[in-house]
Nanobody, 115 residues
């Protein structure tokens, strides 16, 4: 099982990034997917969720209207579009896959929002 995130980096406040997470080794199309983040000195927190067919999505209030989650089951990939980034969005972003009682984590990608 492997989840590989990419797309992180350094961006100025107000900028945008698109994170990708490519999955392998499990049935991606049957798995609910989420993005989490862990900021400096903070615990890991849920950012966004998408159901296995993409019919249900949720983003937390702190990123609502700025972030959007989507997926392409043909490519085994989940995305996180991040717009109007703020310094407080600085964190390591992780994707997570859940299939029944099983859960899988990626290694994370760093997002730094700074001028």
């Amino acid at each position: 099982v492997q989840l590989v995130e990419s797309g992180g980096g350094l961006v100025q406040p107000g900028g945008s990034l698109r994170l990708s997470c490519v999955a392998s080794g499990f049935t991606f199309s049957s798995s609910d997917m989420s993005w989490y983040r862990q900021g400096p000195g903070k615990g890991r927190e849920l950012v966004a969720f998408i159901s296995y067919r993409g019919g249900s999505t949720t983003v937390v209030d702190s990123v609502k209207d700025r972030f959007a989650i989507s997926r392409d089951n043909a490519k085994n990939t989940v995305y996180l579009q991040m717009n109007s980034l703020k310094p407080e969005d600085t964190a390591v972003y992780y994707c997570r896959g859940e299939l029944g009682f099983l859960g899988y984590w990626g290694q994370g990608t760093q997002v730094t929002v700074s001028s």
